[in-house]
């Protein structure tokens, strides 16, 4: 089977290896649809496959590491113990998956277990491996597109996560800074959960256009004027009640410190890579009393990917349009290039085998 592969740090092939076997607890799903997400190019452009190997043990083939998370598909073959899906089914996973059984799982969340969980690799293939698969798959129902369930994997479950986790109330006024795949989701999970004023801030025309159709009140372009300002200007000088970072940079995240009330909360969901630390503002002084962060990585395991795809199902939540470019799993090299450039107004590619 095809799979698409990093040798090295900035680059990605396609390599041919065996189909892979299942292993306990595991499914083989074959692939209908993948696609790039932002922390892929963390993983290809900053993490060394030696330290990824080490973090995630097995993840790494001699040829590289294999690339991709998201995924959707049909089960293929079915490892011993599992007993919730069946060959043929249409099922997505969690992009992080958890044992299910650890404190961490059964507390909190899948995507902070601590018993063998790790990121799905290798989704960029014909072929991809879902481990745990009884407790972090879903099967699809037939009214969810490939699209949508892809989304469900990982960016639509951390940008609805944003709000949830800053417990965004009916009528909350939300702002959002930046606005790539997961800011949008964010968005659009915003409006979906009943809050009032939402703000969207981006610095690509393209993106502030999508933020309004998928909820924002007003949009302004990072370029144009200073986001804090104009957010200070329209909460009347008191801030918002949440701000969202979506993209993991210190000049957002210090915005979104800067752009709350007091008693409102940052929720940072952006992944910082490798960045070595975060720093606060000072000039605010008292800066940061009477206020709180909250990060979320993805909320994962079975039980949120059916509940977002119930959502999906039966609220009508259409991010279709999220999807601006369609490529084969041969064209993988040019889809990571145009990902990292952010040219022709790429969000989100739809990747078929
Ligand atoms: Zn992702
Ligand atoms: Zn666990």
């Known amino acids: 089977m095809k799979?698409?592969?990093?040798?090295?740090?900035?680059?990605?092939?396609?390599?041919?290896?065996?189909?892979?076997?299942?292993?306990?607890?595991?499914?083989?799903?074959?692939?209908?649809?993948?696609?790039?997400?932002?922390?892929?190019?963390?993983?290809?452009?900053?993490?060394?496959?030696?330290?990824?190997?080490?973090?995630?043990?097995?993840?790494?083939?001699?040829?590289?590491?294999?690339?991709?998370?998201?995924?959707?598909?049909?089960?293929?073959?079915?490892?011993?113990?599992?007993?919730?899906?069946?060959?043929?089914?249409?099922?997505?996973?969690?992009?992080?998956?958890?044992?299910?059984?650890?404190?961490?799982?059964?507390?909190?969340?899948?995507?902070?277990?601590?018993?063998?969980?790790?990121?799905?690799?290798?989704?960029?293939?014909?072929?991809?491996?879902?481990?745990?698969?009884?407790v972090n798959a879903a099967v699809v129902p037939d009214a969810v597109s490939d699209e949508m369930a892809i989304l469900a994997t990982d960016i639509l479950s951390t940008g609805f996560g944003a709000i949830e986790r800053a417990e965004a109330g009916f009528g909350a006024s939300v702002a959002v800074l930046a606005q790539g795949p997961v800011g949008l989701c964010a968005t659009a999970g915003a409006r979906a959960r009943g809050c009032g004023l939402i703000i969207a801030v981006d610095a690509v025309p393209e993106r502030l256009e999508m933020s309004k159709k998928f909820g924002a009140n007003v949009v302004i372009n990072a370029k144009e004027e200073d986001p804090v300002v104009k957010i200070m200007s329209l909460t009347n000088g008191q801030g918002v009640d949440v701000a969202v970072e979506a993209v993991g940079t210190q000049a957002t995240f210090e915005a979104c410190t800067r752009a709350i009330r007091r008693g409102g909360t940052v929720s940072s969901v952006g992944v910082y890579g490798l960045t070595p630390q975060l720093s606060m503002p000072t000039f605010t002084a008292p800066s940061f009393l009477h206020r709180k962060i909250v990060t979320t990585l993805c909320p994962s395991g079975t039980v949120r990917m059916e509940n977002l795809l119930g959502l999906i199902e039966n609220a009508r939540i259409d991010l279709h349009p999220l999807f601006t470019h369609r490529m084969t799993l041969d064209d993988m090299p040019k889809a990571y290039d145009l990902f990292r450039s952010k040219a022709e107004g790429v969000l989100k590619i739809a990747i078929t085998p």
């Not at 990605?12 to 922390?39: L, R, Y």
């Not at 001699?62 to 007993?83: D, F, Q, R, S």
């Open 3 to 134: 799979v698409c592969v990093k040798p090295t740090n900035g680059k990605v092939e396609m390599i041919d290896v065996p189909i892979p076997e299942p292993g306990p607890g595991e499914v083989i799903v074959k692939t209908t649809m993948a696609t790039v997400c932002g922390s892929d190019m963390h993983f290809l452009d900053e993490f060394p496959n030696e330290m990824l190997g080490a973090l995630f043990a097995g993840s790494v083939l001699p040829e590289g590491l294999p690339m991709g998370h998201e995924g959707v598909g049909t089960v293929h073959a079915i490892g011993e113990g599992v007993t919730r899906f069946k060959e043929g089914d249409r099922i997505m996973a969690s992009c992080l998956v958890g044992c299910g059984r650890c404190r961490e799982c059964m507390t909190v969340d899948h995507s902070v277990c601590t018993g063998g969980g790790r990121v799905i690799f290798g989704c960029q293939a014909e072929y991809y491996r879902v481990p745990f698969a009884d």
